[in-house]
């Protein structure tokens, strides 16, 4: 699913598939972060690894931030019927 896609002209089936979509989105970025900063093989220099974490703090962010407006559209639509 596009998230430019105004959530707003979307129906209460495409926002769960969004919202599921999204979730997923959200556990992969997490589970990479979990697998990156666990390996004991491998070294990341200092700057690598700031790189790394501003990039996923910024994705987490928008992710949170999607799913808290697909679920408040879904609350919304959900109140209305």
Do not use: C, Y
């Not at 959530?7 to 209460?12: D, F, G, R, Y």
């Not at 700057?47 to 408040?72: F, N, P, Q």
């Amino acid at each position: 699913m596009d998230s430019t896609v105004d959530l707003n002209q979307m129906s209460a089936e495409q926002l769960a598939e969004a919202l599921g979509e999204t979730q997923l989105q959200l556990d992969d970025l997490l589970e990479e972060r979990r697998f990156t900063l666990g390996q004991t093989g491998i070294h990341l220099g200092a700057g690598e690894l700031a790189r790394l974490r501003a990039s996923w703090e910024r994705e987490e962010a928008r992710l949170t931030a999607r799913l808290t407006a697909i679920k408040a559209r879904l609350a919304a639509l959900s109140a209305s019927s």
